[in-house]
T-cell receptor, first 111, second 116 residues
Framework: DQQVKQNSPSLSVQEGRISILNCDYTNSMFDYFLWYKKYPAEGPTFLISISSIKDKNEDGRFTVFLNKSAKHLSLHIVPSQPGDSAVYFCAAIKNAGKSTFGDGTTLTVKP | NAGVTQTPKFQVLKTGQSMTLQCAQDMNHEYMSWYRQDPGMGLRLIHYSVGAGITDQGEVPNGYNVSRSTTEDFPLRLLSAAPSQTSVYFC???????????????FGSGTRLTVV
């Protein structure tokens, strides 16, 4: 039973436009939700997190929204840049430190 | 530079061989973990530790052992390698408490393991 799902394997957007990456979860006991970016042949890089008691967190071009009633979170990137092209993973934490990851969404930002 | 260091970066093993993947961090993080990533899939948790002397199993622990004798090191041992263990392995660490704790992991650059 996959507790964290990213239903879109890929997303393509034009440079300067908004990228919206989505993630659904099934376990209402998760405490934190996180987004990571991964380039080929590198480890994932932490982007942004949100506590389960918040509904929005913003850091520069990146904003994460949490809709607890729908068990859904999204990452908005505005404006999108070609260097944002990567695989994006969402993750959720239930017990201290232990994260469950989605399968990832490959974002391509076209110049 | 501070971070998570994994060695080796690449390894080819024969079926039945054993080996240890090394992971070290210099950020005094309480939490360390090992993940594997197979093609087209997310990261699956193998084992994790919330501090020296404490380890626990993750989602896919079979065929792997870990120990945490120091805060800095968290080696992953493959007991008898099988082709199903061909994967990319990532070690990660994070702070659990205090102002450093945003729960985001710092990942190593990965070990690409092939078992033939």
């Amino acid at each position: 039973d996959q507790q964290v799902k990213q239903n879109s394997p890929s997303l393509s957007v034009q440079e300067g436009r908004i990228s919206i990456l989505n993630c659904d979860y099934t376990n209402s006991m998760f405490d934190y939700f996180l987004w990571y970016k991964k380039y080929p042949a590198e480890g994932p890089t932490f982007l942004i997190s949100i506590s389960s008691i918040k509904d929005k967190n913003e850091d520069g071009r990146f904003t994460v929204f949490l809709n607890k009633s729908a068990k859904h979170l999204s990452l908005h990137i505005v404006p999108s840049q070609p260097g944002d092209s990567a695989v994006y993973f969402c993750a959720a934490i239930k017990n201290a430190g232990k994260s469950t990851f989605g399968d990832g969404t490959t974002l391509t930002v076209k110049p | 530079n501070a971070g998570v260091t994994q060695t080796p970066k690449f390894q080819v093993l024969k079926t039945g061989q054993s080996m240890t993947l090394q992971c070290a961090q210099d950020m005094n993080h309480e939490y360390m973990s090992w993940y594997r990533q197979d093609p087209g899939m997310g990261l699956r948790l193998i084992h994790y530790s919330v501090g020296a002397g404490i380890t626990d199993q993750g989602e896919v622990p079979n065929g792997y052992n870990v120990s945490r004798s120091t805060t800095e090191d968290f080696p992953l041992r493959l007991l008898s390698a099988a082709p199903s263990q061909t994967s990319v392995y990532f070690c990660a660490s994070s702070a659990l408490f205090g102002s450093r704790a945003n729960y985001g992991y710092t990942f190593g650059s990965g070990t690409r393991l092939t078992v033939v």
